[in-house]
């Protein structure tokens, strides 16, 4: 069952703080005798207790029965006589029949469940289990196995057959060719009764591999768990490619073995396919990466926390000092370290879902993610300041400011501007009256008035991307506009305007002020102090490649630890799952981004930019320009090898792939980019070698969908050739002489 999800008036929102209170304080069952005690002992293990909601988790019968007793003991109220709103009382009765009716729909499933299991037990003939990895015959895309089911059989004989009298015609010929006919239908059926029977396997699709298929294929693939008969998939045996991905993949199954060479499936879908849930032999092998699984991962929960304490108290040490008492962007980063540090990064699903069944590999992905989180956080912040503070001089409207639209006459509010486009924007409909390179001039995040919307574009939008030049200021008169404001970065507050009106101002958090170079209370002490936590974490990124040296380490930049390259690709091939695997590639990007010198690591950043923009010119010329600077940074080069690739200069991107295997043999990301490179090509040898390289550093790498497009390739020019050499020989034959 999905976790119970509470909020007042259902329960009464006095009685749900009291207990919030209890059980944040102390969250023991001293005396059941007592209210609050007593709802304590109600409440199953990991619930989620605040005071605006109740998330309980329901594993078994006995949850259900006191959840019902706790809903009733939170709406008791104190005793009072106090009567409650007629909507109030309507709402939680409501409660109660919903209640009675999910539990009636509970029993119906289980009641199906249960006959879907009686039915799965016998499974004769039946080729593939739940997490077996198939693949089609004919469109080659690869699934994994998440149930099955008998096809039954219908003679398409005897639904045909016709009996009436009526249609006998008494001639010699005709009752000859009536009892041929009647031979061949009941051979016909009698073949169709001897049939074993089939199977039809419900299949969750490998992404990569859907979108390879493209088109009218893909649309209707993609909207569906697609399901195909036994004759039409076949095993896959190659374990590079048994690694499905797919978000849906954590609905029916916990993870991958790599022993097994399948997923396993998850509780419910174990119960309707007893028969298919594998059973794991003993294996030395497997036994001491499990153990070394565990090691490592508690290793990396414990540094990941070291590193986050030591940067928080950097932090503290700051705000503790500073003159100014709401210094609002450290406060933010510091409570983000604070949950790292004392191990507050449970995933809320999981720890509902899992509870404390949760492993150590599950449990260090929320520390590593955490972290990672962090980790792009400061770079995306420091970043942005950094290209605000070069561009601001030429902005002309702050945030917050309420503008017009030149063209289009719809009102709304700056909430961030870029000091060119994001986007190749020369051949936008709006753009077109406007004189110059319109690709280099200021554009602004706005949010409009949505009436303006409906009357502008026929339909409300939530954000508009315009140029400086299709802006002005907005009248006095028209400033009173219909925004929904994002309360965490944004305020609004009535000032006067002028002796006796007064208008809406708009003021963008300090966090935003920040990003885009706005003067703020602490501004320089906070400025300061993340670029000494930015400084620490690329010298510790460096520190875990092994280029970090006792100079550097002695000039207490860096958060010494004891992580290094090779644990995070020992988890990297070990997860059991893509979203994990996911997480885990990231971290190391980040890492082989890490620079020394900012400028430089920096100006990589501009380059991505450009890149992801469609400016492949000018992110390629920046990406020359770092490895002329520092010939020895890996990540300059594989984005130079993307450039060119993007730009077709396939020479010139294999050579500079190359450059960054030179430098980082274990840099999958270029190693895929060669697979890119020689499938284009149609080197489909080379293509898949490099591909295969790869998915042995980084096994959930969405390039397992090209190495099984590669791999088909070389059959199918195999097969051909061996067509080829069949019909020489033949023509050979042919044509020999008669003796």
Sequence with gaps: MPPVSLIPPRIDSESLLKLTKHVSKDNTVKNKDDKYDFMKYLLPANTIVDENKLIIPVQCTHDIKNLVRLVYRLNQGNGSEEILPKEVTKTRIDLAFETFKSLNQLSELLEERKSKREMNFVRDNVEFRVGDIVQHKEERWRAVVSGWKKVEYKSSISQNKKTSLTTKKYSMETDIKMLQVKEKDDKTEKDELNLKPSYKYDLILDTGDLHLLGGKRLAELGMTFPSALEREIEMVSDMSLKRI???????KFVGFDPK???????????????IDVPIRESDNTFLHDELKMKEVSMKLISETRSIASKLRQSIINVVSSSKHKDMQVLHFLEKKLEAIACGKVENTSDKLELGSMLSEGRNVMSYLNALLNFMLEISDMTWQRRRSSRSSHKIKFPLGAIVKHKKYGF???????????????SKWDGLQDVRGDVNEMPFYHIKPDQGDMVQAFGGQRSFRYVCEENLEVCPFEETSIDID???????????????????VKYVPSDILKYKYAEKFNGEEETVACIQKCQDSLSRTQEHIMGKCDSDSDATGKTISTNINMDDLFFMLQHVDNSQDGTVIEEIIKEIWKCHPNMEIRFKLEEGMAALLGGFKDRALTIFNEIVHEDPTYVEAWNKKATCHYMLGDMIESEES???AL???????QALSGLGLLYSEESKYEKAASSFQKSLELNPWSPGSSRLSACLDSIKRIELKGV?????????????????
């Design 245 to 251: 991905r797919s978000p849906w993949i954590a609905l």
């Design 260 to 274: 097994l060479g399948k997923f396993i499936p998850n509780d419910v879908l174990s119960y309707e396919y007893p």
């Design 411 to 425: 009102r709304g509010i700056i909430v961030g501007w870029d000091p060119t486009p994001t986007v190749d924007v």
């Design 485 to 503: 404001i994002d309360e965490a970065n944004w305020t609004s507050d009535y000032v006067k305007e002028g002796t006796n009106t007064s208008i």
């Design 657 to 659: 792939a190359k450059m």
């Design 662 to 668: 030179s430098i980082e043999q274990r840099h999958f």
């Design 723 to 739: 067509e080829s050499d069949l019909k020489d020989e033949g023509s050979r034959e042919g044509s020999a002489p008669h003796e």
